[in-house]
């Protein structure tokens, strides 16, 4: 059984092990599998004589599935599927299975870290003391931005699941209120520190907003001009989530008007971002190039899970499936 791994590198640059793969089929791995808007003809190449196909951001739409007629199981590398054609897959029988859950701890840390960060500027103070600043300076200690307590502040959490709970646990720990917004409430999780709320309250009440959120219709462009002026002025705005669920040109001229007093995304509205990006040249933002998700530790439960679902695939018994096979 043929098994073809479109884009194994940033799973696996080499520090993980595709071997209990390939205990179960005959792989392929390549490390990336170039593709533009002129063509397909490298995927449809490497995919048309397997009956599995492993795919993280390689795109698999209708013209690649009806190119491959032995194709009858898509593994995705990620949580979300949408570079996959779904309803080719479910017209031709194929199943399509995805990961979803597997980097809840690393997430949560990654949107905490770029909080720390945007308080303290740790890495703008190393370049500073590194490029001679303190040795010359004539005081004891110097900051070059404004640093940021967060011991009694509010978080206000978009989206309350398990990345969500677990970025709350870690702001409860820190001394931080917590305000949660989610269509499912789990009363039992609040305390006197941690609280269900409207987006209007999370709006007018948080110091920092985190998201958390699916990107859905109605989450699309949630952090836009007119809910930015309903924020607190200097508010902290964190995207570990989707891109999209920023207007990107509304940050940037809140962040460059100091109504918002520090961004920090690890996911932005295109990827890899373009070079016009307005929050590349805003003030106070700090981007990431989308590696929440990307720990060892994580990347070795996806690519665990991931065989597990083709095992499962292989038993009569699929797990995962997004497309009801």
Not at 110 to 120: G, N, V
Not at 157 to 171: L, M, N, V
Not at 279 to 299: D, F, G, Q, V
């Amino acid at each position: 059984m043929k098994a073809v791994v479109l884009d194994g590198y940033t799973l696996n640059p080499g520090d993980l092990s595709w071997d209990e793969l390939k205990k179960l089929c005959d792989v392929e791995v390549y490390d990336r599998t170039a593709y533009d808007c002129s063509g397909l003809a490298k995927i449809i190449e490497r995919v048309k004589d397997a009956e599995i196909v492993f795919t993280n951001k390689t795109p698999l739409p209708a013209e690649v599935i009806s190119a491959s007629p032995k194709l009858k199981f898509v593994g995705v590398l990620a949580t979300g599927y949408n570079v996959v054609d779904v309803a080719e897959a479910n017209r031709r029988g194929i199943v399509v299975a995805n990961i979803p859950t597997y980097g809840t701890e690393a997430v949560a840390q990654m949107a905490i870290a770029l909080l720390l960060e945007m308080c303290h500027h740790a890495g703008a103070h190393d370049a500073a003391v590194k490029n001679g600043e303190w040795a010359s300076n004539p005081d004891w200690c110097f900051w070059k931005y404004p640093l940021i307590e967060l011991v009694g502040k509010t978080m206000g959490i978009i989206g309350f699941g398990r990345i969500g709970q677990s970025t709350a646990r870690i702001a409860q720990a820190l001394g931080m209120k917590v305000l949660a917004v989610d269509n499912y409430k789990m009363k039992e999780l609040e305390s006197d520190t941690l609280r269900y709320a409207t987006l209007d309250e999370v709006f007018a009440e948080a110091d920092v907003i985190s998201l958390h959120c699916p990107l859905l219709e109605d989450t699309i462009g949630i952090i836009n001009k007119k809910n930015i002026e309903k924020m607190k002025q200097g508010v902290m705005i964190i995207n570990t989530s989707r891109g999209p669920l920023v207007i990107e040109e509304d940050l940037a001229e809140a962040l460059n008007d100091k109504k918002v007093g520090g961004a920090a995304l690890d996911v932005v509205s295109s990827e890899p971002i373009n070079s016009d990006n307005p929050l590349l040249n805003a003030c106070n933002c700090i981007i990431t190039p989308h590696i929440s998700w990307a720990p060892k530790e994580s990347r070795k439960r996806l690519m665990d899970i991931a065989i597990d679902n083709l095992r499962h695939y292989l038993a009569g018994n699929p797990i995962n499936v997004v497309n009801g096979y």
